[in-house]
């Protein structure tokens, strides 16, 4: 599983030949390193509606013809646009040509310009080969991250900004509920509100935890495999 960070909380994953986008926020993204005119994707995972997450969904499933995965509510509103969606909501899973992808709890708010749009979620895909990752959405801390660890996590994709998501304190302890094998901070430095320093936030995990934290640049990756880094 290659991920690909593109600024904010925007990833792209590619495995078993296909390109998999999670809330691809490229417009309006200061550190985006694509346009999304040239973003490609089989796949488009939205963990809420808001529109830092929702973000050029509607422009890249469009054009690429991309089905995307959203919560009930929100793949409602998505269909009634014209795009392919798979509705799930919390708990439920399904299954797709590159794994398994089931939404768990989070806890904030979704709406869309004031329109409810179904709740928040996390996000929780298995790949074919095995790999387990989470991506946290805009989640605050809550006790109920040891029991999405129990998936056994090889990556955990975690908000640090504070002020709309856990700050780096209660990241910290959220790697200590979840236990993935690696943590890669995101929702941080966008914008000024939510400037955070993410290498020493890497050191406040490595020295309480046996996760390791990879910290990733807009346009950089890394391979994920069972059992961590590749």
Request: hydrophobic residues 45%; contains cysteine; proline residues 5%.
């Amino acid at each position: 599983m290659k991920l690909t960070f593109h600024g904010h909380s925007a990833w792209e994953i590619e495995t078993g030949g296909l390109r998999i986008w999670i809330d691809p926020f490229i417009t309006g993204n200061p550190h985006a390193d694509v346009t999304a005119d040239q973003a490609q994707a089989d796949y488009i995972i939205v963990s809420h509606a808001h529109r830092d997450h929702l973000g050029d969904t509607e422009a890249i499933a469009g054009r690429t013809g991309a089905r995307v995965i959203a919560m009930n509510e929100l793949a409602i509103h998505l269909a009634e646009k014209g795009l392919a969606t798979d509705a799930l909501q919390i708990g439920g899973a399904m299954s797709f040509p590159f794994g398994r992808v089931k939404l768990v709890p989070a806890h904030h708010s979704s709406s869309l310009d004031g329109t409810y749009m179904g709740s928040e979620a996390g996000i929780l895909l298995r790949d074919q080969e095995g790999t387990v990752l989470y991506h946290a959405g805009d989640t605050g801390l809550f006790s109920d991250m040891q029991l999405i660890g129990r998936a056994g996590l090889d990556a955990a994709l975690l908000p640090i900004g504070d002020k709309y998501t856990m700050g780096p304190d209660d990241a910290v302890t959220a790697v200590e509920l979840l236990q993935p094998r690696v943590a890669l901070p995101m929702h941080y430095n966008t914008f000024p509100f939510i400037a955070q320093d993410a290498a020493a936030w890497k050191s406040d995990v490595e020295e309480r935890t046996d996760t390791k934290v990879l910290v990733l640049q807009p346009g950089e990756s890394c391979v994920v495999v069972p059992g961590g880094l590749a």
